[in-house]
Structure formats: C-alpha cells, structure tokens
C-alpha cells in the first residue's frame, strides 16, 4: 500500500499536533514544577474523545481515522517510542547507592515490591474483577498485571522530579533511584512472562516457542516463558557488555558520532529481535539492549547515547505518551467509585511497605514517610504497564484508564510533596551517626 498525497497530509497534520500538544502541555507543566510526562498525556487527552470529539466528533475523526493509512503509521511511531523509552530506561540502570546506604536500599526494595504485589494478588481473592478483563486477560495474564500494577514505581518521574529540585546528588536521591532499579527489573520480568504468555494463548507466536509446539495452556509452556525471560536477562548481563565491547573495538574503525548512534540503535533493533525469537516481549529486548550498550564507558557511546535520549525524547516518545491520552475516554470509560477504590488500595499498601521496609532499616519516621510518598510514584512504567496491557488486551478499557490516572496522580502527588519539603527546609533523608548507620 502506498500512501497518496491527502494520507501524507492527514498524517503530517495528526502528527504535528501530537506533538504539539505534548510539548505545549509537557511545558506548562514543567514550569508548574510538575512530570512532564503528565503534561504529555494530557495534551492527547486534550485531542482525543474526551475533549475535542465531545466537542466535534466528526472532527476528531477527520484528524485521527480509526482505519486507513493514518492508524497504522501513528501505531508504528506509538511502538518505536514505546522500545526507545525502554531503551533509554534500561541505558539508566546503574547502581545509584553508597555502601552505607544499602541496607535501606535493600529493605525498602524487598518490602515496597513483594509486600504489594502480594497484596495484589491476595485481593484477587474476595473481589471479583473479571469485568476489568480483556479478551485475552483471563488467567495469569491478569493476575499478574494486576498484582504489577499495585506494585509498580517510577524512574524516570521519580528522577526528573528529583533532578528539578536540585536534590539528585543527596542520600535520599540514591536510595529512591536504587530502590526503583531494583523494582523496575523484576517487575519488568514479570510483565514480559504475562505478555508472553498472552501471546502464545492467541497464537501470535514465532521462532523458539513455535518450533518447539508449545501449548499455551500448558504448565510447560509458563514455565518456559519463566525460564527463557529470566534466561535471558542473565545471558545478557553476564555475556552481553564484554561481547558488546568486543565488537566496538572491531567494528570496522569507525568512531564517527553518527556511526555510534546508528551502531547503537542496531543493536537495539538485534537484542529486541533475538528477544521475539525467544519468546519474550519486545519492549523486554530494547530494555535489556539499553542495559548492555550503558556498558560502554567511552566518551563516544556515551554520546551517542545521550544524542538517541535526546532526539527520542523530543519525537518518539512524546508522540507515545500523546497517543496514551489520546486513546483515554474519560466520558466513557471512566469508573469513578473503581477508580478511587483501586487508587486508595494500591496507593495504601504501596506506601505502607515501602514505610516498613524504611523503619525495618532504621530510617527515621520522617524518612521513611519521604520515602513511601516518593516511591508511590507510577509515573512511566505505570503507563507503560497500562499501554502493552491494554494492546494485548489482557485489561479492558475501563481498567486502562484506571491504570493511567493512577499513574498520573501519584506522579503529581510525588512532585508536590517532595518540593513542599525542599521548600520548607526540612531535610528529606535525616542523617544517622556512624554507629546507627
């Protein structure tokens, strides 16, 4: 299929007020000392059903087709921001803690994430959410997204948020982003196992799984995506920086920066296809490619990648963020009573445990209330939760905008209450004496 003059158009129009809208709201929001992520979703919210197809639907279907060329390629755009904001994700991952702080590092983390989770699973128990299901979510699937989604926290807001209040460089800083490293890869883990496991159900299987005739409903069959996920994250932190490095040095001598970025983005497009191969999502393969190419410390990678950040940041990624709004139908899809009951619920037990697991440490009560306010943060990987969940209809359109305003409140309510404190003075982590510590 060929696009005609008038598709070119339609798109080029839809395009440039996505972004347009993400950027004109990311900034107001920036300027209010708020995510601009937030700023992001509410500019597509703006150009969606909510607000300009209320108005004029026969507009907003004019600027955004449900069928036709325009779809597809605005899909394609959503799928290359969602694998480079994965890539940029994993390329942050680093350890973020002192020797001294880990023993907060490693209570919160085993607390704020297990505890959650578990939460969410045991709920499943006494309330029925079946109608929260999508067409393919019933099972694991579900379970697992739901028990993720009450567990879930934030890098990227977190530490932008962090980063505006001038206070990425303190105790309290390492010890979030340290904590959030931690959660993000095993929950990451999890959600690939739930999506691999929904695409075997549907048949949209390939390579390994295929070869092998797995039956999606098998216990073999989740024991393999168990296997082959967690595998594969190993093979690729153990074996994957020295082979990376290795093939820099004898990549045919050219240092030149545009040869980085694109050597870069090559290895990410391989790692996510040798990810499908295996069996495991793709957003999981462009998050483990990040964590190899981060590696390479040489000035030029470096480079490269912040260059990639950069550009992903100003197109791609604002455009996926945009299209998660634009998709949002508060009139239609919003549950008010669900959503309040779920938010209370995870915003509760999420702050809860991180709380404990900051007094388990020995962390000071106002501490670890800091603490608990900061990782109860959704931010990007809520939304990102939210979005594949929804594209492999494991949840229903109700449940997704749930998923997305919780992200979103708990993003604002982070910023806020975090700035309040630097504001008033007060520190934000109380320093113990060496002997406490």
């Not at 907060?104 to 505890?115: I, P, Q, R």
């Not at 045991?122 to 379970?143: C, I, K, Q, S, Y």
Request: net charge neutral; hydrophobic share 55%; glycine share 10%.
């Amino acid at each position: 299929m060929t696009l005609s003059s008038a598709d070119v158009a339609r798109l080029l129009i839809a395009l440039a007020l996505l972004l347009s809208a993400a950027h004109g709201v990311g900034y107001v929001f920036v300027r209010l000392r708020q995510p601009r992520v937030v700023g992001e979703i509410i500019g597509g919210l703006l150009l969606g059903p909510t607000v300009v197809g209320a108005a004029s639907p026969s507009l907003q279907a004019r600027i955004f087709p449900p069928t036709g060329p325009t779809p597809l390629v605005l899909d394609a755009i959503y799928q290359l921001g969602l694998l480079l904001l994965m890539f940029s994700a994993g390329a942050e991952i680093r350890s973020a803690f002192h020797r001294d702080e880990r023993r907060t590092v490693a209570w919160v983390s085993v607390t704020g994430m297990a505890l959650p989770f578990l939460a969410g699973l045991g709920v499943l128990l006494f309330v029925d959410t079946t109608r929260w299901e999508g067409t393919a979510g019933a099972g694991t699937p579900f379970l697992l997204v739901f028990a993720i989604a009450i567990a879930v926290t934030s890098i990227p807001v977190i530490s932008r948020i962090m980063f505006d209040l001038g206070i990425l460089e303190t105790s309290f800083a390492r010890i979030v982003l340290g904590v959030a490293v931690v959660e993000d890869v095993v929950l990451y883990i999890l959600l690939a196992i739930a999506l691999g496991l929904v695409q075997g159900a549907s048949g949209d299987v390939y390579g390994l799984p295929d070869a092998l005739g797995l039956d999606p409903a098998s216990g073999l069959a989740t024991a393999y995506h168990v296997f082959v996920t967690v595998g594969f994250l190993a093979l690729a932190l153990t074996l994957g920086p020295p082979i990376y490095r290795w093939i820099l040095r004898f990549r045919f001598n050219v240092v030149e920066r545009g040869s980085a970025i694109g050597f870069q983005l090559i290895f990410m497009f391989l790692a996510t296809v040798v990810a499908v191969f295996l069996g495991v999502v793709a957003l999981f393969g462009a998050f483990v490619g990040g964590i190899v190419v981060a590696s390479s410390s040489s000035e030029n990678a470096a480079r490269a990648r912040e260059e990639i950040k950069s550009f992903s940041f100003a197109f791609f990624i604002p455009v996926y963020f945009a299209i998660v709004g634009l998709r949002l139908d508060l009139l239609r899809d919003f549950e008010p009573l669900s959503f309040l009951a779920f938010t209370a619920f995870a915003c509760i037990a999420k702050s809860a445990s991180v709380y404990l697991g900051a007094r388990i440490a020995r962390e000071p009560r106002t501490s670890a209330i800091n603490l608990a306010v900061a990782l109860n943060a959704r931010g990007g990987p809520g939304i990102v939760l939210a979005s594949v969940a929804w594209d492999a209809r494991i949840i229903d359109d109700g449940f997704y905008t749930t998923l997305v305003l919780l992200a979103v409140l708990t993003s604002l309510a982070a910023g806020s209450w975090l700035e309040s404190v630097v504001r008033s003075g007060r520190p934000l982590r109380a320093e113990r004496s060496t002997a406490e510590a």
